[in-house]
């Protein structure tokens, strides 16, 4: 793909070609169809970077394992791509981990207001899966805390190939039932953010503002209506002792969707997947039956 800055040098480029295509073409007819082409060519590249300059920003996706398995994982609100990476190294020979960064982490910093919410988080998986999944291949999809609600997101839109199967970790269906920031004020929600990121231990967080906007935007969202999308066998694990998604909550699940299978990790919180790796992938392991 072409960018912008390439345009220029088309300019260059181009008398360049058309000579060496008059040395090579001597018939008229053939002449002006390889000149047409060319034109074509340099238009439709330049088109199509400009149409993804305007609509997409460039993906941050980090792929780890060798595993015939896919898996898409989705991190939280505060978190990154890497905090699957405990998971995906334990599991690595079995699967292979393909795991986005949403707007406002990792290397998707300039990002705006309007990018953080769940329906814009929902085009980032459905880009996803239109890259890294073959029409008709299987694969799994994962989503710890918000990345549970960005997976519901997404199968409601029914807009890309659905997974499989479907594992959700330390979320709920109803995010306005949950307290994970109780500021109101921009000052005081920032504030209370860094010492979440703290308390949650995270290595690789994101941006302070992304967070901000992204509560804002979801703190009211419920996506009950969306279990009625998960048709697939449902894997639903959270710690006995989870404050941020407490396990009253994260049992509605076995009402909401069908085929769910609800897993709960004794003396654990939030951080599953850093803070007991060993037990999810064990129950991981087991659902998905890679052993």
């Known amino acids: 793909m072409m960018s912008r800055k390439s345009e220029p040098e088309t300019a260059i480029l181009l008398p360049a070609i058309v000579k060496n295509l008059k040395r090579k073409y001597y018939t008229t007819n053939i ?25 997409y920003s460039p993906m941050d996706t980090l792929i780890h394992g060798t595993g015939p398995v896919k898996i898409i994982a989705i991190h939280g609100i505060q978190g ?10 334990q599991l690595a020979s079995h699967c292979t981990f393909i795991l986005p960064n949403l707007p406002g982490r990792g290397e998707r910093q300039s990002c705006s207001e309007s990018d953080m919410t769940l329906e814009a988080f929902a085009t980032v998986i459905e880009d996803t899966v239109h890259q890294y999944i073959n029409d008709g291949q299987p694969y799994i999809l994962a989503g710890w ?3 549970v609600s960005v997976a519901l997101a997404f199968l409601g839109r029914k807009r890309a190939a659905l997974p499989d199967k479907l594992i959700l970790l330390s979320g709920v269906p109803d ?21 979440r990121e703290q308390r949650l231990k995270l ?36 710690g006995a002792r989870d404050e941020d998604s407490p396990l009253l909550l994260v049992t509605q699940f076995s009402d909401l969707i069908a085929d769910a299978t609800v897993l709960t990790i004794e003396n654990a919180g939030h951080s599953l997947l850093t803070e007991n790796t060993d037990t999810v992938s064990a129950g991981v392991t087991d659902f998905l039956n890679l052993e």
Not at 178 to 195: D, H, M
Not at 217 to 236: E, G, H, N
């Open 80 to 89: 990154t791509n890497r905090v699957w990476l405990p998971l995906a190294r």
């Open 175 to 195: 995010i306005s039932q949950v307290s994970w920031f109780t500021q109101t004020t921009p000052a005081g929600l920032l504030s209370e953010i860094q010492e």
């Open 145 to 147: 805390s918000m990345g």
């Open 31 to 55: 002449f002006v169809a390889h000149i047409n082409s060319v034109n074509l060519f340099f238009h439709f590249n330049r088109h199509q970077s400009q149409l993804l300059n305007r609509h």
């Open 203 to 238: 290595q690789d967080a994101a941006d302070h503002h992304a967070v901000m906007w992204t509560w804002q935007s979801i703190a009211q969202r419920s996506l009950r209506d969306q279990c009625q999308s998960v048709t697939m066998p449902c894997l639903v694990m959270s």
